[in-house]
């Protein structure tokens, strides 16, 4: 069964988690990042340059360019989450904010973490996490192996509220 591993972290500590998670072999589309739209962390998303590199696209109306980190994982772009306001997400995490879960009984983010399997406590927890300004993180794993080499990452870095959710069953556990 498919898992995914979560953590919170702050802006230096994600740009360190999603450097080592690469390295260690998982893919742009195994991983999400979201993050609130505030200045340190559109500079860590985005650099300003004149010409956009080949395919890339940075969302609309934000005139600036994919790089940095963030620059190599799927669907990278900004967002409004209804009475939370803008945010940074890439990879599965923006399709699932961008699409019918923002919409659901919870609202906001929690409704689309709930929608993506994790109980609505620790939604609400996260979404708290984020709009105080620390970043989501979320690396989908196939094996035991790959759950824990992700753990074992999150933890070198230094970051909080680790946790694993079955992404089917939705029944999460606490590291």
């Not at 105080?132 to 070198?156: C, M, P, W, Y």
């Amino acid at each position: 069964m498919s898992h995914s591993v979560i953590c919170t972290a702050t802006t230096s500590q994600t740009d360190s988690i999603i450097r080592e998670l690469k390295a260690a072999g998982f893919t742009g589309s195994d991983i999400s990042v979201l993050m609130a739209d505030k200045a340190e962390t559109r500079d860590f998303a985005y650099e300003k340059n004149t010409k956009a590199p080949e395919g890339a696209t940075a969302g609309a109306g934000t005139g600036l360019l994919l790089g940095g980190t963030l620059g190599w994982l799927a669907g990278i772009g900004m967002l409004a989450i209804p009475g939370l306001g803008p945010f940074i997400a890439a990879g599965p995490i923006m399709a699932a904010l961008s699409g019918a879960a923002v919409g659901g009984t919870l609202g906001g983010l929690t409704g689309a973490l709930v929608g993506m399997g994790i109980p609505e406590i620790e939604a609400k927890h996260y979404e708290e996490k984020v709009k105080a300004g620390h970043s989501l993180i979320s690396v989908h794993s196939e094996t035991g192996a790959e759950r824990q080499r992700a753990k074992d990452i999150f933890e070198r870095a230094g970051a909080k509220d680790i946790s694993t959710v079955g992404e089917t069953s939705g029944k999460a556990v606490t590291v």
